[in-house]
């Protein structure tokens, strides 16, 4: 049912920042928690940040705790991923997503959220 579109990837030095943004299609936007993956060569796709239906609430895998913010905005059908103080480590394709439910908390299973992006590749020199 939604298209979404992520964008801002790019190639930083460690201790840089990058945006992310995801821009999603679709009459019901505000009414999904959306969440940020990423996947890094040889590795599975992990839950990186998720944020409720309001805007509210969020959650962060504990890696990234203190350096990523995620956000919304319901008006512009856009969620955001605020990348700080970046390292090697969080090189990877990321993707957002959408859940699959609506109008309840974050999850963070991959098998939880029904529509993807293509990704954006965030890569990160030292």
């Known amino acids: 049912q939604v298209q979404l579109v992520e964008s801002g990837g790019g190639l930083v030095q460690a201790g840089g920042s990058l945006r992310l943004s995801c821009a999603a299609s679709?009459?019901?936007?505000?009414?999904?928690?959306m969440g940020w993956f990423r996947q890094a060569p040889g590795k599975e796709r992990e839950f990186v940040a998720g944020?409720?239906?309001?805007?509210?609430?969020?959650r962060y895998t504990d890696s990234v705790k203190g350096r990523f913010t995620i956000s919304r905005d319901n008006a512009k059908n856009t969620v955001y991923l605020q990348m700080n103080s970046l390292k090697p480590e969080d090189a990877a394709v990321y993707y957002c997503?959408?859940?699959?439910?609506?109008?309840?908390?974050?999850?963070?299973?991959?098998?939880?959220?029904?529509?993807w992006g293509q990704g954006t590749q965030v890569t990160v020199s030292s």
């Open positions: 997503a959408q859940d699959s439910i609506r109008y309840r908390p974050t999850v963070v299973a991959t098998t939880e959220f029904a529509s």
């Open positions: 944020i409720n239906w309001a805007g509210l609430t969020t």
């Open positions: 679709g009459r019901t936007f505000s009414s999904y928690g």
